[in-house]
C-alpha cells in the first residue's frame, strides 16, 4: 500500500495562494488536499472551482485530491471535473444518488472516493466498497481546520482495512506526526494535514518525517 502525505490547502496563507501551493509541492508531498465547503452540508464556506484551477495552472504535475464536503456534490462534479480535480471526494451523507455520483467521477476519468463523518457508522459505506478507489474516513467534524483528532474514529479504518485489504484509506482532521502514527496502526495509508504541515518553516522536512513515521 502506497503512503500518501496530503498538505490541505485550507491552512494556507490565502493572501499568498499561489506561492502557497508551490511550496506544498516543492516538500515533496504526494498530492494537494482542496477543502470545498458549501456552508450548508458544513457551516463554513471556503472555495470553488476557481482555486482548483488555479492550483492546475501553476502546479500542473502536483496531484489534486478534491474533499466535496457538499450537501449537492452531483450538480458540481462537471465544475470540479473541468477545473483540473483528478480524485473527487464525495461524503456518504450527502444528499444525492451516491451510486450514480461515484459511477459519473470515474466516468469522467477521475478516481472517485466516499467520505465518512466521524457519526456516521460504518456500515454506511458497505454497499459502496466495491465501487471506490478510495474511503476517506473524517477524523473530526468536518467544516474548519485546526482542530483536535478525534481517536474514537480508528475502529473504522480498522473495519475497512480488514474488509478491503487493498483499498486506499485517508485520514482527514487533526493529523500531525503524531496522530498520523495511530491512525497508521489503525490501518490508514494517505494521510491530509493542514494546520500542522502549513505551520511549518520547513514543510519537506515535515513530510519526510511523517512519511517516514507512519510507512514503519
Ligand atoms: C476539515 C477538512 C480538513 C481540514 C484539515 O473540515 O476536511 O481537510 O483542512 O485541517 P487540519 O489538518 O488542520 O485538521
Ligand atoms: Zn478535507
Redesign the pocket.
Known amino acids: 500500500m502506497k503512503t500518501q502525505i496530503l498538505p ?4 494556507a496563507d490565502f493572501g499568498r495562494l499561489a506561492d502557497e501551493i508551490l511550496r506544498a509541492e516543492a516538500s515533496g508531498a504526494e498530492a494537494l ?1 482542496l ?1 470545498v ?1 458549501d456552508a450548508h452540508f ?1 457551516p ?1 464556506l471556503s472555495f470553488g472551482p476557481d482555486v482548483v484551477a488555479l492550483a492546475a495552472r501553476i502546479a500542473p504535475g502536483f496531484y489534486r485530491n478534491v ?1 466535496l ?1 457538499m450537501t449537492r456534490p452531483d450538480l458540481y462534479l462537471d465544475a470540479f471535473a473541468k477545473a483540473g480535480a483528478q480524485t473527487i471526494q464525495i461524503h456518504v451523507e450527502a444528499d444525492c444518488d451516491i451510486h450514480t455520483q461515484l459511477k459519473r467521477i470515474r466516468t469522467m476519468g477521475l478516481k472517485n472516493a466516499i467520505v465518512i463523518n466521524p457519526e456516521t457508522p460504518v456500515e454506511h459505506l458497505f454497499p459502496y466498497l466495491d465501487e471506490i478507489d478510495e474511503a476517506l474516513v ?10 483536535k ?1 478525534i481517536e474514537d474514529c480508528m475502529p473504522k479504518v480498522e473495519t475497512l482495512r480488514r474488509m478491503r485489504p487493498g483499498l486506499d484509506i485517508m485520514v ?5 506526526a503524531e496522530t498520523a502514527l495511530i491512525a497508521a496502526k489503525a490501518g490508514a495509508n494517505q494521510f ?6 502549513f505551520k511549518q518553516a520547513d514543510m519537506k522536512s515535515a513530510v519526510d518525517a511523517m512519511r517516514t513515521g507512519v510507512s514503519r
Open positions: 490541505s490547502l485550507l491552512a488536499h477543502d465547503m458544513v463554513n474533499h464536503m473524517m477524523t473530526v467534524h468536518p467544516g474548519y481546520g485546526g482542530q483528532f482527514d482532521g487533526g493529523i500531525n491530509v494535514a493542514g494546520s500542522y504541515l
